[in-house]
């Protein structure tokens, strides 16, 4: 099985901040299957980057994706107040597809 | 509109059974691959399980291997969840996603919650 590390796990940022996410797979994943979530509390997930560089249509250009072989990283280039929300990483490469553990994004 | 609405969930006991559907509307259907994701609440996620587009080809993870059975009926525009001998372990709302090319889940559904409880 291929397991996803999110790093970290959490983290404080404010309004405006550059943030960076990591997801690291434990073996090489073509980049043309990883994508990115967005979770609101009591909200299904919402796709923001697959590919690993592609923007999903109607995501703010403020997200972006970047990475390939074991190490993919999420950018928000500068955080808004409806960016506080959890962010997954998922390999779709082979089964079981597995999701990174979740880096909750607070103020 | 892209619309996936999921239904039977709710309270069963340790090792009855329950069948969730996944009503998807506003696309063909029969030209997607599907999956199941389960979140215990405040959790991550979990991938459960797909199927292909003509429902020929599934796949599971293996926690639920062989207790779990997916399918799905092209004509109703409907994915199914057969759970049988369900556990505490289970107990989780359980999403819908559409796979877009095979790989982007790129629409899910609201989440149904299944709870294992005597």
């Known amino acids: 099985d291929i397991q996803m590390t999110q790093s970290p796990s959490s983290l404080s940022a404010s309004i405006g901040d550059r943030v960076t996410i990591t997801c690291r797979a434990s073996?090489?994943?073509?980049?043309?299957?990883l994508n990115w979530f967005q979770q609101k509390p009591g909200k299904a997930p919402k796709l923001l980057i697959y590919?690993?560089?592609s923007l999903q249509s109607g995501v703010p250009s403020r997200f972006s994706g970047s990475g390939s072989g074991t190490d993919f990283t999420l950018t928000i280039s500068s955080l808004e107040t409806e960016d506080f929300a959890t962010y997954y990483c998922?390999?779709?490469?082979?089964?079981?597809?597995?999701f990174g553990g979740g880096t909750r994004v607070e103020i | 509109e892209v619309q996936l609405v999921e239904s039977g969930g709710g309270l069963v006991q340790p090792g009855g059974s329950l069948r969730l559907s996944c009503a998807a509307s506003?696309?063909?259907?029969?030209?997607?691959?599907m999956d199941w994701v389960r979140q215990v609440p405040g959790k991550g996620l979990l991938w459960v399980s797909r199927?292909?587009?003509?429902?020929?080809?599934?796949r599971y993870a293996d926690s639920v291997k062989d207790r779990f059975t997916i399918s799905r009926d092209n004509a109703k525009n409907t994915m199914y969840l057969q759970m049988n001998s369900l556990r505490a372990e289970d107990t989780a709302v359980y999403y819908c996603?559409?796979?877009?090319?095979?790989?982007?889940?790129?629409?899910w559904g609201q989440g149904t919650l299944v709870t294992v409880s005597s």
């Open positions: 996603a559409r796979a877009a090319a095979g790989r982007n889940f790129d629409f």
């Open positions: 998922q390999q779709t490469h082979s089964t079981p597809l597995t």
């Open positions: 506003g696309f063909t259907f029969k030209n997607f691959w």
């Open positions: 590919d690993a560089s």
């Open positions: 199927i292909n587009s003509d429902g020929r080809t599934t």
């Open positions: 073996q090489n994943i073509i980049s043309t299957y």
